[in-house]
């Protein structure tokens, strides 16, 4: 299964290679160098369908925990100030997303969209100490009851050239859904409550709407 934000790619992927097939089929006959070049453009549609993939997730739904909205290893647990929502201190668990990731960002509890907001900004490397500041990136904070406000951000990386987010204020999120995506490599930012129980470690992998982040 494939997400919607790569048919169109995935399409022209597969016409590109197709038509490479033909060309190099009829235009290159030394064999070695033939070999290289289709061998080549195949990986490249293999890569390209492992970008996009979007796996089913059980998602156990509770709202006395924070879920990962991403697939991949956490580089970031510490207290900071959240400058541009809530001026005020805050935990931040960030997931750090390689390539090879599933990109799709889930949402990490369900509740109300209280705030969205896109920023433009620079591709610096994901790992970037500024780059949740200063890259292209996405806001969102999602309220319920029980767990309170939880901010999570979408952050391009080096390669990542569009953020796609589906959540927009008034929504209502559920907890493990699809709330977006991040195009090539990227990071998400989840910032809690500093009396949450951190349930994660610093390089643990984790999978995007089942492994347990936090809870209250």
Do not use: C
């Not at 500024?130 to 391009?156: D, H, M, P």
């Not at 195009?183 to 643990?204: E, H, M, Y």
Request: no cysteine; aromatic share 12%.
């Amino acid at each position: 299964m494939f997400h919607k934000e790569g048919h169109k790619i995935i399409f022209i992927t597969l016409i590109i290679v197709v038509a490479s097939f033909l060309l190099v089929d009829n235009f290159i006959t030394t064999y070695w160098l033939r070999t290289i070049v289709l061998v080549t453009l195949f990986t490249l549609f293999i890569l390209i369908l492992q970008f996009f993939r979007n796996p089913k997730r059980h998602t156990v739904a509770n709202n006395k925990q924070v879920i990962a909205p991403v697939d991949g290893k956490i580089v970031v647990i510490e207290e900071v100030f959240e400058k541009e929502y809530f001026k005020e201190k805050r935990l931040q668990v960030s997931v750090f997303m390689s390539p090879l990731n599933v990109h799709v960002t889930r949402y990490p509890i369900s509740g109300n969209v209280i705030f969205s907001k896109y920023h433009p900004g620079k591709y610096l490397v994901a790992w970037h100490p500024k780059a949740s500041e200063e890259n292209e990136r996405t806001t969102i904070v999602v309220e319920n009851e029980t767990f309170g406000k939880v901010l999570y951000r979408q952050i391009a990386g080096a390669l990542a050239k569009r953020i796609v987010n589906y959540a927009k204020q008034n929504h209502k999120a559920e907890q493990g859904a699809d709330a977006g995506f991040i195009k090539f490599g990227s990071r998400v930012d989840l910032f809690l409550p500093l009396d949450t129980n951190i349930k994660v470690a610093l390089n643990q992998k984790v999978r995007g709407g089942e492994t347990v982040i936090a809870e209250m």
